[in-house]
C-alpha cells in the first residue's frame, strides 16, 4: 500500500516562501513521477507541479512559474515543493501524488494513483 505523508504548510505573510514535503512509501518511489496538486475551498483540484522520476524533467502550472520549485531525494523517498513569493490567492490544501509512470507530468488529477492527505497553506494580505 502506497502511503504520502505531507508537511511543512502552515500561516505565512504574503511574499513570504514556505517548502512542502511529501514522504512516500510503500512504493518503488523512484521509478514515477511525482505532481503537487491544491484545492482551495469550494474549487477543483489544481495542478501545481510535477517531476519526473529521475527529477530531469518538471512541468508547472503557468501561475507557478518563477515562484515555486519542485524538486525530489529519492533517497530520501520524498518530494518538495519550495513556494516564494506566496499570494492571498495560493491559499489551499496542497496534495502531493504519484503518477502512473516515470514521466507522468500532466495537469489531470486521474493521471495520479495515490494522493496524501493535504497540507494546508494559508497566506494572509
Known amino acids: 500500500q502506497v502511503q504520502l505523508v505531507e508537511s511543512g504548510g502552515g500561516l505565512v505573510q504574503a511574499g513570504g516562501s514556505l517548502r512542502l514535503s511529501c514522504a512516500a512509501s510503500g512504493r518503488t518511489f523512484s521509478s514515477y513521477a511525482m505532481g503537487w496538486f491544491r484545492q482551495a475551498p469550494g474549487k477543483e483540484r489544481d495542478f501545481v507541479s510535477a517531476?519526473?522520476?529521475?527529477?530531469?524533467?518538471?512541468n508547472y502550472a503557468d501561475s507557478m512559474k518563477g515562484r515555486f520549485t519542485i524538486s525530489r531525494d529519492n533517497a530520501k523517498n520524498t518530494v518538495y515543493l519550495q513556494m516564494n513569493s506566496l499570494k492571498p490567492e495560493d491559499t489551499a490544501v496542497y496534495y502531493c501524488?504519484?503518477?502512473?509512470?516515470?514521466?507522468?507530468?500532466?495537469?489531470?488529477?486521474?493521471?495520479?494513483?495515490?494522493w496524501g492527505q493535504g497540507t494546508q497553506v494559508t497566506v494572509s494580505s
Open positions: 501524488a504519484v503518477g502512473r509512470s516515470g514521466y507522468t507530468l500532466g495537469s489531470a488529477p486521474e493521471w495520479y494513483d495515490y
Open positions: 517531476i519526473s522520476w529521475s527529477g530531469d524533467t518538471t
